[in-house]
C-alpha cells in the first residue's frame, strides 16, 4: 500500500514563496513518476509538474522558471518548490506517484495565495 502524505500548505503572499512536500511510504526510486497537481474550486485537476524516475522534469508551461520539483531519495520526499506565486494558483494541491501504470494520491493540502 502507497501512502503519500503533503505537508501542510498555506497562505502566502502574491510574489511570495511556498515548499511543499510530499513524503511517500518505501522508497521513491521505485515509482515511476512523482508529481503534483493541483485543482482550484470549479476547475479541473491540472498537472503541475513530475519527476521521472531517471530525474527528468516536466512543468507546466504557466510554472515554468518560477516552480521547481525536486526530490530527496534518502528522504523518500518530494518536493514543490514555489516562488513569484499568484493568487490564481491558489488551489488544493496533491501529490501523485504511479508504480506500475497505478496511480496513488496524497489528501491534499491548500494552498492561498492573496493579493
Known amino acids: 500500500q502507497v501512502q503519500l502524505v503533503e505537508s501542510r500548505g498555506g497562505l502566502e503572499q502574491a510574489g511570495g514563496s511556498l515548499r511543499l512536500s510530499c513524503a511517500a511510504s518505501g522508497t521513491i526510486f521505485r515509482f515511476n513518476f512523482m508529481g503534483w497537481y493541483r485543482q482550484a474550486p470549479g476547475k479541473q485537476r491540472e498537472l503541475v509538474a513530475h519527476?521521472?524516475?531517471?530525474?527528468?522534469?516536466n512543468y507546466a508551461d504557466s510554472v515554468k522558471g518560477r516552480f521547481t520539483i525536486s526530490r530527496d531519495n534518502a528522504k523518500n520526499t518530494v518536493y514543490l518548490q514555489m516562488n513569484s506565486m499568484k493568487p490564481e494558483e491558489a488551489a488544493v494541491y496533491f501529490c501523485?506517484?504511479?508504480?506500475?501504470?497505478?496511480?496513488?494520491w496524497g489528501q491534499g493540502t491548500q494552498v492561498t495565495v492573496s493579493s
Open positions: 501523485n506517484a504511479v508504480l506500475n501504470a497505478r496511480s496513488y
Open positions: 519527476i521521472i524516475n531517471g530525474g527528468s522534469t
